[in-house]
């Protein structure tokens, strides 16, 4: 469905989970694939909350590739919450989900050729919250605001969107019953459902989206709750 033939696609977080799926799709695509991970990868391991390592990891895929069509701002920020999350647990999520990409962007700004696109993978916790998340959660909205912000200074040179993935099983599990039944969609959502967003986000098919956050989450975060409505109670 995608040809991105010879296309250079960078994705951070790539070795596992979502990350993984993006950059087996971009593979199929025929796209040269750079990622960066702290796990073991084929192009690039560090740790991207540091500044050194983000220009090094740049320097290598331009000094590669002279070039870069595609990013992909995958990496997880870690999730702590306010009653044991430190200063530092705080500060980390944040360079790792809002600084780095920005830094990211910024180092790649002059070697995005027409028709670049840089997608930003947020969460629905940008919007909704459980306790003790916080590090995630200012971690994901930042990012989605940091996806409009670019996408108006990169005007007419990148495409820029991001997207908000609700429950996805990175494992491939089949859950039946309510967690499937809660999801308006019927079931919990699977790493090719966000990666396939991605390519659509970078083929030329979405060349008229930008600046937009595409929530995809099996319609959870539509649906209002309320105590003993529609079968629903919270327990106490």
């Known amino acids: 469905m995608f040809d991105f033939k010879n296309k250079v696609a960078v994705i951070t977080g790539g070795a596992q989970g979502i990350g993984k799926c993006i950059c087996e799709k971009f593979r199929e695509a025929g796209a040269f694939v750079c990622t960066i991970d702290l796990q073991d990868n084929d192009f690039f391991v560090g740790d991207i909350s540091d500044k050194n390592t983000l220009e090094s990891f740049a320097k290598k895929v331009i000094d590669t590739y002279g070039h870069v069509d595609f990013l992909i701002n995958n990496a997880a920020p870690v999730m ?7 200063y530092e647990d705080f500060e980390y999520a944040l360079r790792v989900g809002v600084t780095a990409p920005f830094y990211l962007s910024k180092l790649f700004a002059p070697y995005f050729p027409a028709g670049a696109s840089i997608v930003n993978i947020s969460s629905s916790r940008d919007r909704m919250s459980q306790p003790q998340t916080e590090s995630y959660t200012a971690a994901k909205g930042g990012i989605s605001a940091l996806t409009h912000a670019l996408a108006i200074s ?3 040179k990148v495409r820029v969107n991001s997207i908000s993935p609700g429950w996805i099983d990175n494992n491939y599990s089949a859950y039946e019953g309510a967690d499937a039944t809660q999801h308006p969609a019927g079931r919990v959502g699977l790493p ?4 396939n967003m991605v390519m659509y986000l970078c083929s030329d098919m979405s060349g008229f989206i930008t600046g937009e956050n595409i929530c995809i989450d099996g319609g959870m975060t539509k649906q209002m709750i309320y105590h003993a409505d529609n079968g629903w109670s919270l327990e106490e």
């Not at 702590?80 to 430190?86: E, R, T």
């Not at 090719?192 to 990666?195: E, G, K, Q, T, Y």
């Open 192 to 195: 090719p459902d966000i990666a």
């Open 154 to 156: 990169l005007s007419g």
């Open 80 to 86: 702590c919450g306010i009653d044991s999350g430190s």
